[in-house]
């Protein structure tokens, strides 16, 4: 059971009222070594050293996918980092990835300040990478996976809902959040859906002292991705997104196009798992460096509707945090002054 309540409405009331949002007090901004605690997801294909050099620079921890790169790549883009910036930043290493064991050792000989994991169990990589001093941070996506890395050594976890874009798993964030927060004593991260202050202060009221953003990074200046796949994020409604590859066991959030429909139409007819791959197959890349509207695979998460602009990181973090800290600050208003009333609860006000 986590021992202390996340929410410090005595320290953001402080940092409102001084005009700044002070989350100096917050765990994991004490244990990234970073300002404001968001983390901006690992994306395949997506998320560069220009990327990840970008929101450390804003504050939060920007992480490199390390999940379309062979080891070598990424040690160049670790390298690249470090010339744009001189804070903390991650790596995000998909265990099913064919290069995972050299990036896991990568990581460890770069000292790589740290690592987030993906698909698996990352317990045999611990041990080098704890001697190498690197603050570990697996997504999981139940409660049972959060117990074992926690015991395992892990530092935090991400928790990640169904809302989110890429590769999912079934539960929502607004379960996971607080089922993981009740069950671990390290700090919970929320990731899947949140893409502005009001989801910042939610995944806060349910147990978690940090936030991972995918999608809303999508829309970022700085994202190295094609303008049509900017320009969809932006443009999607809520009903945009549409989850394929249930019946393969690997389903994955992206925005409905030509290519969606087509895989959805070939798993309603049952064609077997080659068929599929073959659609699968370098999808994401043509989404994301030829724009290809109709054959490429756009992820994003169903919070792609909140997504209002391409903006900076720096922007887009400072408003999140901005208004998420008004948020908390009422919600903290009536923690502080004994909780929350409903008029018709005895003793409640009207
Ligand atoms: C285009 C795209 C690619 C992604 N690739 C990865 C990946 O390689 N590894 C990973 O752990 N998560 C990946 N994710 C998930 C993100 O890291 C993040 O957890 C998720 O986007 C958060 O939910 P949101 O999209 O609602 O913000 C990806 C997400 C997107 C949108």
Redesign the pocket.
Known sequence: MNPVHPLRPDALSQGVRQGVCDFADNRVARLLGIRYPILQ???????DARLAAAVSNAGGLG?L????MTADLARDQVQRVRDLTDRPFGL?I?LMSPHAADLARMAAEERVPVV????GQPGKYFPAWKAAGIIVIP?VPSVALARRVEQQGADAV?V?GT?????IGDLTTLVLTPAVSDALSIPVIA?????DGRGVAAAFLLGAEGV?????F?ASEECPIHENYKRLVVKARDTGTVVTGRSTGHPVRSLKNRLTRRFLDLEREGVGFEALETLAVGS?RRAVQDGDLENGSF?????AVLVKAVEPCRTIIESMFRDAARILDRSGAYLLGGGCRFPDMEGGRP
């Open positions: 997801g690992g994306m395949a294909w997506v998320a992480i996918a390390g999940g379309s995000n998909m987030t994991t993906g698909a997504v991400i990640e809302e989110a874009g890429g590769h990731a899947g859906g949140i893409a991972q953003v995918g999608t809303r999508l994401l992820m994003a998460g169903q919070s």
